[in-house]
């Protein structure tokens, strides 16, 4: 039982890392005014190997019921399902989010020789807020689809 919740873990961590790599890149490089397939390309696999890398060590199904207990959330309910998505945002988007604009930002300035007027933590900050309510708004509405499918191809019932 517990190596098929573990199955359950990784096939949701592995859904949820395409799916928020590929929309937080989507956003990133529209945000950044300079869109170009190669760019979005290039940050999407970034960010799915930081985000894969994410959802296979840090337990946050497990973080995620803990923080409801904490807060006596019912499982299910919309409270448990808003911290969850909390949880889980809390974990990702910093994360993909500082690489990413790490990355653009180091980009840009060895294309102007350093001396494009840019502040990396206003660039950070700005993408910081679009990249967190987007991914909020995605990881309540996915998690929980991709977590019921998992259930039902491994025969489990949600209590």
Known sequence: MEEQ???IGREVSIKMAVTMSFFLSL??????GHFSLMGFISSFFISLVISLIIGLIIPIGKL???????????????GARLMESLVSNLIFTPIMTLVMVFLAYRAVMRQSGG???????SMFLRSLIICFIIGYVII???QPLFFK???KKYGKERN
């Open 5 to 7: 919740m573990r199955k």
């Open 27 to 32: 956003v990133g490089n529209l945000t950044s």
């Open 64 to 78: 995620g019921g803990a923080a409801c207990r904490a807060a006596r959330l019912r499982q299910g309910s919309l």
């Open 115 to 121: 001396m494009a007027q840019l502040s990396f933590g």
């Open 140 to 142: 309540f509405i996915v």
């Open 149 to 151: 499918q998992a259930m």
